[in-house]
Structure formats: structure tokens, C-alpha cells
């Protein structure tokens, strides 16, 4: 069920110190606020300069003059967030603010070294999320969406707010008199998730006024389907081997060998194959009767290749391989 701002935080119990993430936009300065509150010179502020808009040096300076008057210490960090060649403007920026966000956290100036970081995605954040998968047709492990709290790098991750709605923060905010920024790309509806908030969160209120509820339990339900997942493919890995033996692999179900394929090539080699991709790539295993049938498939920036009675991957830019 969601839950009040206050019995969010009442029930956030990181290890500390605490780092938060914080933007100047509302959800991140209300979870600085009621952090800095909770634990007074236990948290520090990481701001991430993205570079991506004239806007961007406002947001230090709001975020500088909002941490000054809670007496938190804040560290920035200029990222080059501009999308690579196919990938995604919001992809991109994701992940160059998780790199940053955990550089940061690690290099602090802070008295002890920090140990969680919290993110202030809500609930309104993890519908938009789970409708993106659904949009992008994605597998379980899309529509868990969001974690509320993960380990990686060494740092304890936290999203302590996704059972808040939306309105429900910047209400907490107003109620104190605190202001924000706001980010002038959240209404450009040339992305998907703009468009999103603007239009069907707004339907999907007035039709079905509990659906972050539903949509939270079907996310949870995903979770726990993608985390069986893992556990059948990395046993099937540790019996087929690695690289996978294709005899190994055509003794599976089709089902089993493509989750095996996929963690495969996800776990080994840092690349998830598309729907299509992961199609022709069983295809081209179930072809192989004889030491004459070869398999060829790039997958992501790897090319998967058949080497005797396994198939193997090779990094495309370390053989200079065409592509």
C-alpha cells in the first residue's frame, strides 16, 4: 500500500553515514530535508552536473544555497551525459549519474566513509517505470522495475520513498514552506516518460485511483519471478559450462536455453541480447548437428561465434572485427 511521507521515512533505516542524491527538484530536496532532519551531521548532498542544458549550473547553485541553510555538506560532480551512437538520451544520462553518484560517495570528504546512498524515485516514478517496460515489451526482470534497496560498489542503495505518491511529497514540501527547482525537460513530451506522466498517469488516477498499489504488487510479483530466474540459469550455466557446450545447451528446453543463453551473455560478457537476436542465436544452435555447422551472431558488442563444441565471444573493438 502507499504510505505518508513521514511513515516512509519513519521506516528508512540505512547504515550511516548517508549520501543523498540530490537534484534541486522537489522529491530530492524533501528527501535531503527529512534526512538532514533525522540524522543532523550524518548526511552529505551529491550533485551530478549532467552538462545537458543552460539550467544545469542553476541547479548547483540552488543546491548549494539549500545545503548551505541546512548546514549539509554537498559535492558536485560534471559528467558528459550525451547518449552514444543508438543508445538513449535518458539511458545515457542514467548511467553516467550512477557512475558519478558512486565516485562521489566514495572519494567524500565526509568524517567517516558513507555507506548508503538514497534516491528519491516515488511511486509515481515506479508506474511510469513498469509502463515503460510494458511499452518496450520487456521480460520479468523490466517489470520488477524499480529496487527499493540493492547492494553494488561497495554502498548500500536506497529508494526509501517508492510507496509515496508523487503528490504527496511536494505537499510535504509546500507544507514547509520549502521551495524547489524544476527540471525544464520534464515537459518536453518528445520522451516517452514526460509523455507518460502527462497523459495516462493522470487517466489511470481518475479510472483506477489505487493503481500504484496494483502496479506495485505485480512488480513485486515480477521480482521474485526474475530472481527464480536467475537461480535456474546459473544452474543451468554451472551444468553446461561455460562457454556453454552446445550439446549441453540442445538437451535443454527451448525456455531453459534461452535463460541460460541470456544470463550468459549477460553475466559473462556484459551484453543482453534483443528478442530477435537471442532468436537467431537458438536458432543457429539447434542447426548445429555437425563440426560444419558454424554459428555467427553479433549480440550488442560482442560477437558470438562457434569455437569446436562451444560458442565463444569476442569484444568487436579489441579484434577490429567488421560490424
Do not use: K
Not at 533525522?38 to 552536473?49: D, I, N
Amino acid at each position: 500500500m502507499t504510505q505518508a511521507f513521514d511513515a516512509a521515512l519513519a521506516a528508512f533505516a540505512p547504515r550511516l553515514p548517508l549520501a543523498v542524491a540530490l537534484s534541486g527538484g522537489a522529491d530530492s530536496t524533501a528527501l535531503l530535508l527529512a534526512c538532514a532532519e533525522r540524522w543532523p551531521g550524518q548526511v552529505t548532498a551529491l550533485h551530478v552536473h549532467h552538462g545537458l542544458q543552460a539550467a544545469a549550473d542553476d541547479f548547483v547553485r540552488h543546491c548549494q544555497r539549500l545545503c548551505e541553510s541546512l548546514s549539509v555538506p554537498l559535492a558536485v560532480r560534471h559528467v558528459d551525459a550525451r547518449p552514444a551512437p543508438g543508445q538513449s538520451p535518458e539511458d545515457a544520462a542514467r548511467q553516467a549519474r550512477y557512475e558519478a553518484l558512486r565516485a562521489l560517495a566514495l572519494t567524500s570528504q565526509a568524517p567517516e566513509a558513507i555507506q548508503s546512498i538514497a534516491l528519491a524515485q516515488h511511486a509515481d516514478d515506479q508506474a511510469e517505470t513498469i509502463l515503460l517496460a510494458l511499452l518496450r515489451g520487456a521480460g520479468v526482470a523490466g517489470l520488477a522495475a524499480m529496487p527499493g534497496q540493492w547492494e553494488r560498489g561497495g554502498l548500500h542503495w536506497h529508494r526509501p520513498l517508492l510507496r509515496v505518491a508523487g503528490a504527496d511529497v511536494r505537499q510535504w514540501l509546500r507544507a514547509r514552506g520549502q521551495n524547489w527547482v524544476e527540471d525544464p525537460t520534464n515537459g518536453d513530451e518528445r520522451y516517452t516518460r514526460n509523455r507518460i506522466r502527462a497523459r495516462l498517469l493522470p487517466a489511470l488516477q481518475q479510472a483506477f485511483p489505487h493503481f500504484r498499489d496494483t502496479f506495485a504488487r505485480s512488480a513485486a510479483h515480477a521480482a521474485q519471478a526474475s530472481a527464480l530466474l536467475q537461480e535456474v540459469a546459473q544452474a543451468d550455466l554451472d551444468a553446461v559450462g561455460t562457454p556453454p557446450r552446445i550439446d549441453a545447451l540442445q538437451r535443454l528446453s527451448h525456455a531453459r536455453q534461452a535463460n541460460v543463453l541470456r544470463h550468459w551473455l549477460r553475466s559473462c560478457h556484459a551484453t543482453t541480447p534483443s528478442a530477435a537476436q537471442l532468436a537467431e542465436l537458438q536458432s543457429q544452435v539447434a542447426a548445429c548437428t555437425t563440426r560444419g555447422h558454424r554459428i555467427r551472431i553479433r549480440v550488442g558488442a560482442v560477437l558470438v561465434v562457434r569455437e569446436s563444441t562451444v560458442p565463444g565471444c569476442y569484444n568487436l573493438a579489441v579484434l577490429d572485427l567488421p560490424s
